[in-house]
């Protein structure tokens, strides 16, 4: 099959980036980054990004007078790599209906609990403010609601009683890293199937 072509989105500090581009050039993940784009210009993801050679834009909200311009400018990269999956790594901006509908089941998402519990911000504080004995991370494709859409792979940790929000997040974090390149790998080999919102693994011929 050949490699798909993926456009990541990423705020911050891009550790998730660095795992997808370290499982890329480690051929456990069949897959080329046609761009590398970000919201925040001073993001470490896009630094990160062209010291690895890979394309990397950064695309300012402040500088557009809309937001249906400013999505129009991050489609318009995504189109000139020909992005076939968009991947949001820690990107932190609510996409619209029209971006969404523009990548149907085709926009995936790393969000730091076990959803449905959890979704927006601070996940791991509202895990641990909850008291849950059990946490992790759940990558989903992105459909129009808050971290609702249908569930790709999830992995599990115990939350510990001397957990901090900073030694929860430490340790998801270093799930995420094996979880997202894991999930993404499955869509590049073909092998997701999505039926009344729910996926299903296919077997992997081989
Ligand atoms: C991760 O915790 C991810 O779950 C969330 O945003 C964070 C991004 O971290 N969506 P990084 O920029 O990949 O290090």
Redesign the pocket.
């Known amino acids: 099959m050949p490699e798909k072509i993926l456009g990541v989105l990423?705020s911050?500090?891009?550790?998730?980036?660095k795992a997808i581009i370290d499982a890329i050039d480690a051929g456990k993940l069949n897959a080329k980054i046609g761009a590398v784009i970000s919201d925040n210009p001073d993001a470490a993801?896009l630094s990160y990004a062209l010291s690895r050679g890979i394309p990397a834009a950064c695309i300012d909200r402040k500088q557009y007078g809309s937001k249906e311009a400013f999505e129009q400018a991050i489609l318009d990269v995504l189109a000139g790599c020909r992005a076939e999956l968009v991947v949001l790594?820690?990107f932190m901006r609510i996409l619209s209906s029209h971006f969404i509908k523009s990548f149907p089941n085709r926009i995936m998402?790393?969000?730091?609990s076990l959803l449905p519990a959890f979704p927006g911000t601070n996940a791991q504080k509202q895990a641990l403010d909850r008291g849950v004995k059990v946490s992790g991370?759940t990558v989903h494709f992105v459909d129009e609601g808050v971290d609702s859409g249908p569930i790709i792979m999830q992995k599990s940790l115990p939350v510990l009683e001397n957990d901090t929000e900073v030694s929860l997040?430490n340790r998801?974090?270093h799930i995420?890293h094996m979880t997202y390149p894991a999930a993404i790998g499955l869509y590049c080999a073909g092998l997701l199937e999505i039926k009344d919102g729910k996926i299903r693994i296919l077997h992997s011929p081989s």
Do not use: D, K, M, V
């Open positions: 990423a911050g500090r891009g550790t998730n980036l993801a790594a820690g998402n790393i969000h730091p991370c997040s998801i974090l995420e």
